[in-house]
């Protein structure tokens, strides 16, 4: 059938427009800032709990009997002081590596995906394992010195001990936002099979995070 030329300029026009709704997706909303972080500690019991950046000390705190802690997060001044582009260095202290699209040029900040708890290094995360399949759930904290959107991908190899590409897609005001990390592994004929997502975060009112050992987590997803 042929269609009327009118008709199909119409025709064109819309599937065009369809296609670039398509591929420009609204920002996610902005993630939620905090000022301190309450957790508790696997096997960690009155243990310094240390947030480190530019070869320092930057917040301390210890956990109790029963591992847990609070921790007041670095104020500005303190952030700004190890602050870097935001294109590089998200995730780096859990061995990502890899160049983000920063909407902001100009915004820096500092990411903490990891506390030193006496010599080992813990992060926010659980892990669920089953036959064929793993799943890490976690949090990020991200000081940013204005509000910026994020995105791209990271190599996350180092994390795992497994080829993973994380996925990131934030959009982050000034202060420490919280994110949200997921790594989901699967196991077939061909090996195990890893990604992940790194998305702007929310925690509940009083929520109580909890911490593992890096070493353990990596462990957890291995096979």
């Known amino acids: 059938m042929k269609i009327p030329r009118i008709g199909a300029s119409f025709l064109l026009l819309g599937l065009a427009l369809t296609a ?22 696997s096997n960690a019991s009155t243990t310094p709990v240390n947030l480190t950046g530019g070869g320092r000390t930057l917040a301390t705190t210890q956990t109790d009997a029963s591992g847990h802690f609070t921790l007041d997060l670095p104020s500005d001044a303190a952030a700004a002081g190890v602050a870097a582009p935001l294109s590089t260095g998200v995730l780096s202290d859990l061995g990502c590596t890899g160049t983000l699209t ?6 820096s900040g500092y990411e903490v995906a990891s506390l030193k708890m006496g010599s080992a290094s813990f992060m926010n995360a659980t892990v669920s394992r089953s036959l064929l399949s793993r ?24 994390t795992t001990g497994m080829p993973t ?17 997921s790594i989901d592994g699967s196991i077939g004929l061909g090996g195990i099979s890893v990604s992940g997502r790194l998305e702007n ?14 070493e353990q987590v990596k462990k957890d997803l291995g096979a």
Not at 20 to 34: E, K, M, N
Not at 165 to 181: E, P, R
Request: one cysteine or more; aromatic letters at 4%.
């Open 201 to 214: 975060g929310q925690g509940a009112v009083g929520e109580v995070s909890t911490w593992m050992d890096q």
């Open 102 to 107: 920063n909407g902001d040029p100009a915004a």
């Open 20 to 41: 670039c709704g398509a591929s420009t997706p609204p920002p996610p909303a902005q993630a939620q800032v905090i000022t301190s972080i309450n957790g508790v500690a």
């Open 135 to 158: 799943a890490l759930r976690g949090k990020v904290y991200l000081y940013a010195d204005r509000s910026t959107t994020l995105s791209g991908n990271l190599d996350c190899s180092a």
């Open 165 to 181: 590409t994380v996925t990131v897609n934030l959009n982050v005001s000034k202060g420490w936002n919280v994110l949200a990390l």
